[in-house]
């Protein structure tokens, strides 16, 4: 955006990729960069995002007691517009329990975590497991990269899933 780009060009930084509506604050566009560097930004053919092996060893053993089809279910969103209401989290997750999958919650913050909790405990269900708010980036890739399926609004965490190579929904 505008913030960015002053940033941008008030930094002295000699090469800026970017795009917005004053692209003379950049050197070149997103869309070159990308081109030059070997990008093919809609190819989701292979990962694109990795987690670490240590990350993904701590994972196995968190999901360790979980059926072996698993939902990352992305409950947050940074815009409360974005958020999903708790009784159609609560409507959907419950057939997903009663379909023998394990659901791992995600998202981040202090109103996440209880918005998770109160939809944890609705559920009653020994295949959920909440991480909300206690994941750094690596374990959650990890645990996306776990999983069969993401669902979520659009957020970072969702993108991250689909660079992981986990299909979103």
């Known amino acids: ?13 000699k090469n800026r990729v970017g ?4 692209p003379f604050f950049y050197t070149e566009s997103l869309d070159h960069f990308f081109h030059k560097a070997g990008i093919d ?6 990962p694109s995002f990795f987690a670490d092996t240590k990350s993904k060893k701590w994972v196995d053993g968190l999901l360790a007691g979980l059926p072996e089809k698993k939902l990352f279910a992305i409950v ?6 974005k958020m999903w209401p708790i009784g159609h989290w609560h ?4 057939q997903v329990a009663d379909s023998s999958w394990g659901i791992i919650l995600v998202g981040s913050g202090s109103e996440e975590r209880a918005f998770a909790e109160r939809l944890e405990l609705g559920l009653n269900s020994k295949n959920i497991i909440n991480t909300v708010d206690r994941l750094d980036l690596l374990q959650l890739a990890a645990i996306a990269s776990s999983c069969d399926i993401a669902v979520g609004n ?3 965490v969702l993108h991250l899933s689909s660079l992981i190579g986990t299909p979103t929904i």
């Open 41 to 46: 930004i809609k190819d989701r053919s292979h």
């Open 19 to 22: 795009t917005t509506a004053f």
């Open 154 to 156: 659009d957020t970072g």
């Open 1 to 13: 955006g505008g913030k960015t780009a002053l940033l941008s060009i008030f930094s002295g930084v």
């Open 91 to 94: 409507d959907f997750l419950s």
């Open 76 to 81: 947050g969103a940074s815009n409360e517009r």
